[in-house]
């Protein structure tokens, strides 16, 4: 099978750690609420992205994505329940909503640097989303539809969701079920299919990013 989900189970009320294979790139990723689980994973990115790339020929790039539970009234917005973060194959799924503490200035500080690009499909509204909601701000954004649009030279890519760049850029076929899409993103249990589709959603992000910057 060319998607799966290896969950770790472990034992503890803070975190969860999955293992999300997709064709040949297994991806490490971080289910937390907790403040100091995601200083800790953004310490260890930056470390690995700083020594992975090289700063005079690309930049280091992240790929980008939130969730939030749907909207069923037009005069209620909710606010975003999960902020992904992909870089190389780790993945961070934070639980912004379910935070006891509050957003780590690390957080803060990583999103707003200025030498990180963030990648991701629609990432302005995601990231108007993140202000309003949270007072985070990235900065450097970079929509994965304009920048297709600009490096394989047609406008139709404008309008495309991750299902075809994928498709296009990577050659890589992936599914987006709807009951998943539109589930309850601000339980403080997500499940495994919820894991797999949050964490594809930023990594894909993270390697079309890649390829396209890098073409």
Known sequence: MAISIEDHHLPYETHNL?????FDDRIHTLVTHTSSFVNTWIAETQQKLLQNNN???RPLIVGLDVEWRPNRFRQIENPVATLQLSAGNACLIFQLLH???GIPQSLY?????MTYTFVGVGIEGDVRKLTEDYELSVGNAVDLRGLAAEKLGD???NKSGI???AREVLGKEIEKPKRITLSRWDNAWLTTAQVQYACLDAF???K???SLLAA
């Open 18 to 22: 999955y293992d999300v294979k997709f």
């Open 204 to 206: 894909l992000s993270c």
């Open 109 to 113: 500080d990583f999103l707003s640097d």
């Open 99 to 101: 935070c006891p503490t």
């Open 163 to 165: 299902k075809t760049l």
């Open 55 to 57: 700063h005079a020929h």
């Open 208 to 210: 079309i990013g890649e």
């Open 155 to 157: 406008f139709k890519w």
